[in-house]
Each structure stands twice: as structure tokens, then as C-alpha cells.
């Protein structure tokens, strides 16, 4: 498939206007009025002093781009595949929960959204939809499931069952949140959506999680909120339990949360199929190391094949790029999906994507490349 980005371009210029926000900065701006302070807050905030959020995009300042002329590359090709899994763009839909928080369609329009461009979309088990109901509103569209590894092992072994019977082609198990991180916006609040019941659909739609339950939650959502929130945290989980894991799906497992080397090769070691580098958009571990340079440690410790994926600071395409050329396969994004939610339900998904669509097309273009899946260390100048 072709993008061009300079026709997306051009129809804003000829119709006069953009019907949307352009930019990330933009989309953020319009959504935090949209939203109250704790639906905004718990979006958009980060672990402890969010110096983990801030080096995510200063990862990214870092490195600068080497555009090289006159490269003929009139047709471009931005599509990706990972773990069989394809797109026709360089980025997938991460995993964000409780999506109802930013829109009354919560999930759904992000999912429709991503099935209208074949952009591969990653549930979240923090939803306010089932697993099901993502199911039917994508269709044939790709999408993966992500895992948070709750102490219920019953629990976990149903919402893998029930994502595999619905045509989810990989689980994303989330290992760097097996407790809630120290995140000062939400606590200022006192803004937590599970408490009321917000983002526990994948549970209170689970027959096996039901069964723990003295009450049906449509009779008492709070008991429901409650037992799931007395289950999610889980700091026994080690890596020989991923072996529990592999021998329970045929289905694609990988890791996200990797932010080291040792911990890539042990991920794979133990039977994991693919790495998502991140550090949860900042919002787990204060002080942490940027996502972006997480990935050029993980992708030298694991070699040049093995399926790298990564997330955090995602905000444009010249980023996209950058972490193409610095050993992504492709890039998860994040927030900016949601402020598009916030602002513009599906319409809003929408216009984020091609948006950056149209500017991961035209950089790479105006930098002389062709292809953006071949992009190498070359691309980037040695950061100082």
C-alpha cells in the first residue's frame, strides 16, 4: 500500500482549513479543556516528578536526522510486519486503559478507527469493553491483547482463552506493572477510574473472575472494582512463570516493559516471542531510562532479528523514524491516540493517525529514504 502524504497535505491547504488540531502539542492542548482535571490528569501524568515522561521526548531531541539528496525515492513504502501481524504504517495502537475516561465510547472508537486504516490495534485488559465486544466492532482488522498478570492464575488462563477464540494474534504481557507506580496527579485527585467501576469490563465479562465474586457486579459494581483491584497487584510474578505461560497459548507472547539488555535475553530465553521496550509512557518508574535509548541496549543485546518494538515520546513522525532507524520494528503509540479520543471520538482516532501518517511519509521522503522498515543507525548523527 502507497501513502502519500503530501495529497493528505495538500487537500488541508486547498480546502482553506483543517477540520482538526495539527500536532501533538495541539491535540494535547485542546483535550486537557475537554476533560476534568482527573480524567486529564490520569492520562497525561507520569511517575513521581515525571522526569521519566520529560526523557522520553528529550531522548528524542537527541538525535538528529542525516537527510541525504536526490535519492529518486518517488514511491515510498512505510509498512511493517511483526510476528505475522502486518500494518501499513510503522506503528500500532498501543495499549491504553480505561479509555472511557476520555470518550463514552471508550475502546471502541479507537478500535474502529484502527480497523478503517488496517492499523493493528492493542487492547487493553484495563478496558471498559470486552474482549469480545473489540472482536466484533474490528472484524477482520489486526489486533493483539495485552496481558496485565493479575494473582488469579484462573483469571489470567480465561482472558487468554477468550482472545484467542476472538481472533486477537498475540498476547502483550505487561511486566513493569505488577503494582500501581507513585503518579502525584492522580493522587492530588484521589482520581482512580477503578474504584468506580471504570476499565474492569475484561473481568466483570469473565466467567471465571464472576465466579469470585459473592455478588454479580451488575448488582454491585463496586465489590466487582474492589476484587479486581485486590488481585491486580502481583510482585511475585518471576520469569520462570512465563513458562506457565508459553505452554498455555500457541498464540505469539511478547514482553512489554523491557527496559534492559539482560532482561531482553532472559524475555526470550524463557519463551517470549517479541519485546515491546517502554517504560509505560513514564507513568511506573520516576527517573527512569528513556524508552528510546532502552532500545539501542535491548536491540544489541538481542541481535539484528528479533521482533523490537518500543513505546514512550512518540509524537510525530520524524520520531516514528528515528526509532525505525534506531532498531524498531515498529513504535506503539500512545497518548496522542487518546487526546485524539478526547477531542473528536473515532473522527479524532482518525485524523491523529493519518496525520501522522502524512508526516512519517513526507519526512522520510524529504530525508531520501524509501523504504522505512530498512532505515539503520546511518540515518541518525552520533548524539553528543
Given at each position: 500500500m502507497h501513502f502519500d502524504g503530501s495529497q493528505f497535505q495538500n487537500e488541508i491547504y486547498v480546502t482553506g482549513e483543517s477540520s482538526w488540531p495539527?500536532?501533538?502539542d495541539e491535540w494535547e492542548a485542546l483535550a486537557s479543556e475537554k476533560l476534568e482535571a482527573g480524567p486529564f490528569g490520569y492520562i497525561a501524568g507520569g511517575a513521581g516528578s515525571e522526569a521519566t515522561v520529560r526523557a522520553n521526548r528529550e531522548a528524542f531531541e537527541r538525535r538528529r536526522l542525516r537527510p541525504r539528496m536526490l535519492a529518486g525515492n518517488t514511491v515510498r513504502d512505510l509498512s511493517v510486519e511483526v510476528l505475522g501481524t502486518q500494518s501499513p504504517f510503522p506503528f500500532f495502537l498501543a495499549p491504553v486503559g480505561?479509555?472511557?475516561?476520555?470518550?463514552p465510547d471508550g475502546e471502541l472508537a479507537p478500535a474502529?478507527?484502527?480497523?478503517a486504516l488496517r492499523v493493528p490495534f492493542i487492547l487493553s485488559s484495563a478496558a471498559s469493553h470486552s474482549i469480545e465486544?473489540?472482536?466484533?466492532?474490528?472484524g477482520d482488522a489486526p489486533r493483539w491483547f495485552q496481558l496485565y498478570?493479575?494473582?488469579?492464575r484462573e483469571v489470567v488462563e480465561s482472558l487468554v482463552r477468550r482472545a484467542e477464540a476472538s481472533g486477537y494474534a498475540a498476547i502483550v504481557v505487561t511486566l513493569d506493572t505488577l503494582t500501581l507506580g507513585w503518579r502525584p496527579r492522580d493522587l492530588r485527585n484521589a482520581y482512580l477510574p477503578f474504584r468506580q467501576g471504570e476499565g474492569i469490563a475484561q473481568f466483570t465479562s469473565d466467567p471465571v473472575f464472576r465466579s469470585r465474586l459473592s455478588v454479580p457486579p451488575e448488582d454491585d459494581p463496586l465489590v466487582a472494582a474492589g476484587t479486581m483491584l485486590a488481585m491486580f497487584p502481583n510482585l511475585a510474578l518471576r520469569?520462570?512463570?512465563?513458562?506457565?505461560?508459553?505452554?498455555l497459548t500457541s498464540l505469539p507472547l511478547l514482553a512489554k516493559g523491557v527496559l534492559t539488555g539482560e532482561d531482553a535475553v532472559?524475555?526470550?530465553?524463557?519463551?517470549?516471542d517479541g519485546i515491546v521496550v517502554s517504560n509505560h509512557g513514564g507513568r511506573q518508574v520516576d527517573g527512569a531510562v528513556a524508552s528510546l535509548d532502552a532500545l539501542l541496549e535491548v536491540r544489541a543485546a538481542v541481535g539484528p532479528d528479533a521482533p523490537v518494538l518500543m513505546d514512550g515520546g512518540i509524537r510525530g513522525g520524524a520520531d516514528v523514524l528515528k526509532a525505525l532507524a534506531l532498531g524498531a520494528n515498529a513504535v506503539l503509540v500512545g497518548r496522542p491516540y487518546v487526546y485524539g479520543l478526547a477531542v473528536g471520538g473515532q473522527p479524532g482516532v482518525e485524523a491523529v493517525l493519518q496525520q501522522l501518517a502524512a508526516e512519517t511519509d513526507l519526512t522520510l521522503a524529504l530525508m531520501g529514504g524509501t523504504v522505512a522498515r530498512e532505515l539503520d543507525q546511518a540515518w541518525i548523527a552520533a548524539s553528543s
Open positions: 495539527v500536532g501533538a480505561v479509555l472511557s475516561i476520555a470518550h474502529r478507527a484502527a480497523a465486544e473489540i472482536a466484533a466492532a474490528m498478570w493479575v494473582s488469579d520469569w520462570e512463570d512465563i513458562a506457565w505461560l508459553r505452554e532472559q524475555a526470550f530465553d524463557a519463551g517470549i
